[in-house]
């Protein structure tokens, strides 16, 4: 049933979060709705139709009843199935339900086109991009970033979209890379601290504080969940050598999957053991070198030499798994999926540590001073700071 000569309340109508308004006025009006068995049916005006299932209606109620008047989160427990129709309505395009217990609801018709049942969600989060031959990381000064929602955006989107990401002409001031982090979340602490500083220290408990040349790893693998972003802020790179090396792991997996599938179903399907250990500290977990979500996509990488455990596998099955690491171990390290430069003080690097590997070459600390100082941030707090930055004015 369709009405649309009624006039729209005199109050606001009420939506499912604060400032979602504004994203859905563009959004085509409603131009029929049909309530008719356990569904509602309806048309928008730039052709689209969609079924809503009752029972989701009522659950997305957007109503001060349903919803915390302030954080809009759910107050609605959807215990009970829903199976009479609603009277349904539109008021200036947007759709009104009258339950038959009396229950109101008002939804915004731009909020329902984005939530069609089967329709891949809106988001402003880029996908994941392989590095090409020509591959070149891009690079946000500074004083775009932090003065600049665009140059923030633009440092966020190339971080999620190809793993890593510069930025340039920052100030040699301590604490800096702290500065940068807390804009977008709070740092993940670990068992080397919420912010460490890499250089070369007399009895280091990790390789990373010496001097010697380190090849392509992810951090902590033996964490459960290890950190997903890393920044490196650089103070001082006054040593010869020491330049960073950098390569998209997942790109290397994808080539190791075409060239030798076997070898790539035993990184991704054999656990392994990986382990740190100090006077103050024994951390472990078990997991594969290659991890893939439901689809069969890579979704982590987890290697480093220094802190893999020793094989704890079947006789028969331990020479191919070695046979597999080589294969990737030489895929990682080669000119097609590698990339190196030098840091310059006042820059920072920052990767996704779950899926580019870094190290660096050896460096002379005799010749000059190198200290970098490094962080580490949540996925999750980076992807939050990116749907902040892009909502509407």
Known sequence: ????????????????????????????????????????????????????????????????????TVTRERLYVPLTPVTAAPEATLHDGNLTLTWQDGHVSDFDAGWLHQRRPGQEPASVIPARRPWAADYAPECVAHA?????????????EALLRDGLVLLDSGPLADEEVSRLAERIGPMRPTNFGARFDVRSKPNPNNAAYTAIGLALHTDLPN????????????????????????????????????????????????????????????????????????DGQMIEVRFNNWIRD????????????????????????????????????????????????????????????????????????????????SRPD
């Open 223 to 294: 964490w459960r969940q290890p950190p997903d972003i890393q920044l490196l802020y650089c103070l001082e790179n006054e040593a010869e050598g020491g330049e960073s090396i950098f390569a998209d792991g997942f790109a290397a997996a994808e080539t190791l999957r075409q060239q030798n599938p076997e070898a790539f179903r035993i990184l991704s399907e054999t656990p392994i053991d990986f382990r740190f250990q100090d006077e103050e500290q024994d951390i472990s977990t078990r997991a594969p070198v290659l991890s893939l979500d439901h």
């Open 310 to 389: 020793s094989l704890r596998l079947p006789a028969h099955a331990i020479d191919a798994w070695y046979d597999a690491y080589r294969q990737f171990w030489q895929l990682l390290h080669s000119s097609e999926h590698q990339l190196d430069f030098a840091l310059t003080p006042g820059q920072m690097v920052a990767f996704d540590n779950r899926r580019v590997l870094h190290g660096r070459r050896a460096f002379d600390p005799s010749t000059g001073r190198r200290h970098l100082q490094g962080t580490y941030l949540d996925l999750d707090m980076l992807e939050s700071r990116l749907r902040v930055l």
């Open 1 to 68: 049933m369709t009405d649309t000569t009624l006039t729209a309340p005199a109050t606001q109508r009420t939506v499912i979060a604060m400032g979602e308004l504004s994203a859905y006025a563009n959004a085509p009006a409603l131009t029929d709705a049909l309530a008719s068995g356990a569904r509602v049916t309806l048309s928008w005006g730039d052709g689209a139709q969609a079924h809503f299932p009752l029972t989701w209606l009522r659950d997305n109620c957007p109503c001060d009843a349903c919803r915390h």
């Open 144 to 156: 775009d970033f932090v003065d600049n929602a665009a140059g923030e955006r633009a440092w966020l």
